[in-house]
DNA sequence: CGCTTTATTGAGGGCGGTCAAAGAGCGTGG
DNA sequence: CCACGCTCTTTGACCGCCCTCAATAAAGCG
């Protein structure tokens, strides 16, 4: 069960302070919450009146169709924002992908503060829509190995500076974001591997051998 | 070339009239504009200063990648208001996906007028994403057969109270926003009719036989 | 260390893609 | 009105990428 209490400046985790955006303000108004690995944050075809900022651990958004397929949305790191993307009810579940902690502040309280909050609310979600977008290529019209190598380019551009790039997902939740199965996903890996465009020195850690090669892989979009 | 006029209140075409919502107000600062089948409304990579609203006709949003593949990121219709899809930058381009006009204001001018207008910018915006996020699934996790039958019961729906329902795009266009072939295509079509969901009257126009049996094939979805 | 979960690897099959050709729709001009 | 030519669509035969099923290996965790 999610752990929830009030926030109080002494409590935020160093996460909260490196957010340099302006949205950082806005969530003083929020509670943090602490979610345990695969814990439901909010649910299909819930209300979203709430905005939440990951500052620790990650999160996916996820739908599940009848007989059990699904679907990654997107994944949200620490200084990510997400539940704007919806309207009235939610799509797409979020559950926390590993033990996360979150901060929420009510959708409604940011639109009551009107102005510079509510143009920074159209602002992320249309992040979202872009990532979207991007996405929808991917799924649409790229070979799996080109999906593989897209999701770890995307990974290693968030964590720029890191030559070491931490996988926060397991095979089967990439795999649910690629649209593709778990042993597609292992084997491009090991192609990409043997191929010397990345190297893994954990399951869920590697490092970008060939950075041209890599974007050559997943850029294939113009 | 695309044609260009100011906006005249006895040239308002029918279709605007017919527009019941509150964003309707906001396009008498705009202008009427007609674009010939498949000529561009705006580019990959320009500027997003400006929003649109189909009045005739249909448009699509696509992306293209370096080797020619093209994935279609959704279709507007007559009063669907599009443009909103990006930041700064449009990361798909739009085109008439046959003789069109279109409807089109400054989104500087929407920002300017502040308020309820921005909200309203907001509110399109996630219904953007809430579509983008449907067609993620579509992508990632539907059947050919199950892609084709969502598209066919989303344009039924679309169009509800129409009994023979009309198709502007051609099987090409279909094909690039279900992530299939035109002969992938072509052959799912033929399957929903012999198996009595669906009936073509016309290349473009055909009718809901089963309407039970059609959301089965699509929803799938929970 | 033993147990469970997760990841890798292999063999084989099927869905959808590719290539090719025939058919239908449609505007143009005789 | 029909003949012609173009584009779009349908259909068929075959192929290949990715999925399925299965077994092994590795990693987490008490």
Request: net charge neutral; with cysteine; charged share 25%.
């Given at each position: 069960?999610?752990?929830?209490?009030?926030?109080?400046?002494d409590?935020?985790?160093p996460?909260?302070?490196?957010?340099g955006?302006?949205?950082?303000?806005?969530?003083?108004?929020?509670?943090?919450?602490?979610?345990?690995?695969?814990?439901?944050?909010?649910?299909?075809?819930?209300?979203?009146?709430?905005?939440?900022?990951?500052?620790?651990?990650?999160v996916?958004?996820?739908r599940?169709?009848?007989?059990?397929?699904r679907?990654?949305?997107?994944?949200?790191?620490?200084?990510?924002t997400?539940?704007?993307?919806?309207?009235?009810?939610?799509?797409?579940a979020?559950?926390?992908?590993?033990d996360?902690?979150?901060?929420v502040?009510?959708?409604?309280?940011?639109?009551?503060?009107?102005?510079?909050?509510?143009?920074?609310?159209w602002?992320?979600?249309r992040?979202e829509?872009?990532?979207?977008?991007?996405?929808?290529?991917?799924?649409?019209?790229?070979?799996?190995?080109?999906?593989?190598?897209?999701?770890?380019?995307?990974?290693?551009?968030?964590?720029?500076?890191a030559?070491?790039?931490?996988?926060?997902?397991?095979?089967?939740?990439?795999?649910?974001?690629?649209g593709?199965?778990?042993?597609?996903?292992?084997?491009?890996?090991?192609?990409?591997q043997?191929?010397?465009?990345?190297?893994?020195?954990?399951?869920?850690?590697?490092?970008v051998?060939?950075p041209r090669?890599?974007?050559r892989m997943?850029?294939?979009?113009?």
């Amino acid at each position: 069960m999610a752990l929830a209490y009030e926030y109080q400046d002494d409590q935020v985790p160093p996460m909260a302070r490196r957010t340099g955006d302006s949205a950082s303000s806005l969530f003083r108004m929020g509670l943090t919450m602490a979610f345990a690995k695969d814990e439901e944050i909010y649910g299909q075809d819930e209300d979203a009146d709430l905005i939440y900022r990951v500052l620790e651990g990650a999160v996916r958004t996820t739908r599940i169709m009848a007989d059990g397929r699904r679907q990654i949305g997107d994944f949200y790191l620490p200084g990510d924002t997400f539940g704007f993307e919806s309207g009235a009810r939610h799509k797409f579940a979020a559950e926390a992908v590993r033990d996360s902690v979150v901060l929420v502040v009510k959708a409604s309280a940011l639109r009551a503060a009107g102005g510079d909050l509510e143009r920074l609310g159209w602002e992320v979600t249309r992040r979202e829509l872009e990532r979207a977008q991007e996405h929808l290529l991917l799924l649409g019209r790229k070979t799996a190995c080109e999906r593989v190598a897209s999701f770890l380019k995307g990974l290693a551009d968030k964590s720029s500076g890191a030559h070491v790039v931490d996988l926060p997902m397991g095979r089967q939740d990439m795999a649910d974001y690629l649209g593709l199965t778990i042993e597609t996903v292992s084997r491009m890996l090991t192609q990409l591997q043997s191929n010397r465009i990345v190297s893994f020195c954990a399951t869920r850690q590697f490092r970008v051998i060939n950075p041209r090669g890599l974007a050559r892989m997943a850029d294939q979009a113009v």
